[in-house]
């Protein structure tokens, strides 16, 4: 079977679906390959992303489609035609046959790609309906059966369905439902129901894009390519008092192909010479091919920026430097590579803390309420408390003596204790789980430990006795 064929084998009567020992009798000297879905979905995906040079809005549409949406881009070629001439000569640059078709509607669209008489369909703005008038029942990307029925009751184009009552069309067809896919679609191409469509690539709030008359090939075009995008993005930020996270730099071949390097950062920021000194270290593995004729810059996961006044509160150009070493380590090691402590809202030491990756919102609303008490923790806390035995003076009294790791050492100061009941509001209570009493103790040779001891020797009576850890260490 013929899965697809090119505008010339159409010319000598071939059609996507017919038997191959037919299509070899009508036209002997048809050359054929094996088909292969996979790769032409991926070939299909990889062009998808590569017209993203043309708008950032676009998408896969079937097998052998593609939707772009060009609201708000047509300027930027000097209009639609022209930029529907500059689609179709890049297409054809890159060994592609293409019927492009441009409407108010993506259903619209869509039928004037695969069934108007001229390669390249441009309908009126508000003409919609006017123009789809005259095209097959078959433009509404309807299947074979709903079609054949609508050719039967004599409905063999897309005007025919204007004048037909709604309710008497429906009832024409074995079920409900697909009397209702037909209607949706009609509704769908003339603009009367809105049509959910989803982009390819998550949409940029703001882009910067160039394209150049002769290929860019070497670094230097390129640098300077980017930090004039970069000054342009940046100022429209700063003008509406936003900062970005995350940038993204996209090169586009002239022979196809897509170079994406994106950076990420720990704040949000517009400051372009920041973002130049990011990139300069992404640009060095850049294949440039036979050229990059255009380059764009978005950027993402934006938030508002506070006032650099603001910033004296908080350690000021100490801050920066910070954030700025931070956005030089994840962008050469990954996200993944660089954490930080965020406090979270438990009494336990090792629930109190958990690593976020530094791009992650600062969350201050509990380390800011926090008793000052419960800020005093050891410098150095082990992941599970380690068992110890202690001599105490008294039962419950801090320890004299305690042994861990088989090395002995004598009490010189002790404080506390620090008690931390189970947190049986947030999880059930393990049956073993105790309260703790922590202190801080130091031994005779000025050694600091963080000790605790779960459970109280008055419950020894109906529990196993008390026992004793260290859970970290402070110097």
Request: a negative charge.
């Amino acid at each position: 079977m013929l899965s697809a064929v090119n505008q010339q084998a159409e010319i000598e009567g071939l059609k996507s679906g017919m038997r191959l020992a037919d299509a070899h009798a009508l036209f002997p000297a048809l050359r054929v390959h094996q088909a292969d879905e996979e790769a032409d979905r991926q070939s299909l995906l990889r062009l998808a992303l590569w017209c993203g040079r043309f708008t950032p809005w676009t998408a896969p549409n079937g097998t052998d489609g593609l939707v772009l949406d060009i609201t708000g881009c047509a300027h930027l070629f000097g209009g639609e035609e022209a930029l529907m001439a500059e689609l179709v000569g890049a297409l054809v640059g890159l060994g592609f046959e293409a019927r492009l078709g441009l409407a108010d509607t993506a259903a619209a669209a869509w039928a004037c790609a695969r069934f108007a008489d001229d390669p390249v369909t441009i309908l009126p703005v508000d003409g919609t309906a006017t123009a789809l008038a005259p095209f097959p029942v078959e433009g509404l990307d309807l299947n074979k059966d709903a079609a054949m029925v609508l050719r039967r009751m004599g409905l063999s184009t897309i005007g025919a369905l204007y004048d037909i009552p709604r309710t008497s069309l429906g009832r024409r067809f074995r079920t409900t439902k697909e009397g209702e896919t037909v209607l949706e679609r009609l509704d769908r191409a003339l603009g009367r129901i809105s049509e959910p469509l989803s982009p390819l690539m998550p949409q940029p709030q703001y882009l910067r894009r160039m394209a150049f008359s002769e290929p860019l090939m070497l670094r230097d075009g390129l640098e300077a390519a980017l930090r004039h995008l970069a000054a342009e993005l940046t100022q429209a930020l700063d003008r509406d008092h936003k900062g970005a996270r995350r940038y993204t730099l996209w090169c586009y071949r002239v022979d196809g192909g897509i170079e994406q390097r994106p950076i990420s950062l720990a704040r949000s920021s517009h400051d372009p010479e920041h973002l130049l000194r990011l990139f300069a270290e992404r640009l060095d593995d850049i294949d440039a091919g036979f050229g990059i004729d255009v380059v764009t810059l978005h950027a993402s996961r934006i938030e508002t920026t506070i006032n650099d006044q603001l910033s004296l509160t908080r350690g000021g150009r100490a801050r920066d430097g910070v954030d700025r070493l931070v956005d030089r380590l994840i962008n050469r090691l990954g996200t993944a590579a660089v954490i930080r402590p965020q406090p979270v809202e438990s009494h336990l030491p090792e629930r109190a803390c958990r690593r976020v990756p530094p791009d992650i919102a600062e969350d201050t609303a509990w380390s800011d309420h926090m008793p000052p008490e419960r800020q005093a923790r050891p410098f150095r806390l082990f992941m599970r408390p380690e068992a110890i035995e202690v001599m105490a003076e008294v039962p419950d009294g801090p320890p004299l003596i305690f042994t861990w790791r088989r090395v002995t050492r004598r009490v010189a100061h002790a404080a506390g204790p620090e008690r931390i009941a189970p947190e049986w509001w947030t999880t059930p209570v393990e049956p073993d789980e105790a309260l703790r009493d922590y202190y801080q103790v130091e031994d005779t040779a000025g050694r600091r430990y963080w000790l605790f001891r779960a459970g109280l020797y008055q419950d020894s009576a109906t529990k196993s006795p008390p026992s004793w850890y260290v859970h970290g260490l402070d110097g």
